[in-house]
């Protein structure tokens, strides 16, 4: 794939550069991803300025102070915004100035609904989009997945498992539920746990969806350990996602064949997903969409109604 456009990473952390590396079969950082598919990496602009020269050092492209020096010195088609939660309002304002195609955000958004529909009415004003980093949706197996869903009747219930801050991490449970279940329109609140930040606490909580039916989410201190489960009950069939073997399961309904007249769920399809290369992918739909090939998978307005779904249990 020929190197059609330039692109800008703001934010030298993990996800950014760090949690992988040239060599690794994982393809999880902004700078792998681009590096992958059609974009020529410029460089990284940090505040702190050794940890942009090692992420350069490493991927190539250079190492900026600021976003205006990277903007003076290239013509930039893309920017990555891979800061921390709190300054990602901050930075999407910063860069409104300059000219470029697309920002491709970290989630979430921004840290409050206020600052987060600013900046997309910011943006909008401009004409530049915004694509949001919730990876599930640009990978394969659960694009398939959402369209099988149908196969399985009427959702009845779920639950789910996560920590590490709901607006952190949650927000990807939430965001998964809305893509492949639907809407949420009411949420009761049980227990907060502050494991990860006193500003993104893990809540748990009943969410009702639109269609009527219940959800359960279940925060666990992420000090004890990393898990992000969900459990999806259905008419005729259920469907279990475990993130942390990166696979998909789903069961069928079969008549028991020992005691008459019970039915019990069978497993019927086990799917590796590709979550290891989230960001391949991610870049990927990135650059079609640049070249007129293909639609976002995740919009700005697609994050921010997941954000609003978040802070429904404040």
Known sequence: MSKNFNVLIVGSGRIGAFIDDPKSKNILSHAHGFSQNGFNLVG???RDFEKARKASSIWGGLAFKTIGEAFNKNK???VCEAVDDEYHFEVLKELLP???KLVFAEKPLASSDVQAKKILDLYKKRGTPIAVNYTRRYIPEFEFLKLRIPRFGKFVKGTGIYGK??????????DLLRYLVGEIVDITVYERIFDYSVKDPSLSGILKLESGSNFAICALDCRLYTIFEMDLLFEKGRIKIDDSKFMIEEFGIKENSVFSGYKNLTKSEEINTSQDKSML????NIYEFLKGNSQLKCTGEEAYKTLQSCFKFK
């Open 44 to 46: 990284f602009v940090d």
């Open 76 to 78: 930039i088609d893309v």
């Open 98 to 100: 300059y000219n470029f």
């Open 165 to 174: 801050g709901l607006i952190h991490n949650g927000s990807h449970m939430i």
């Open 281 to 284: 992918f991610a870049s990927k």
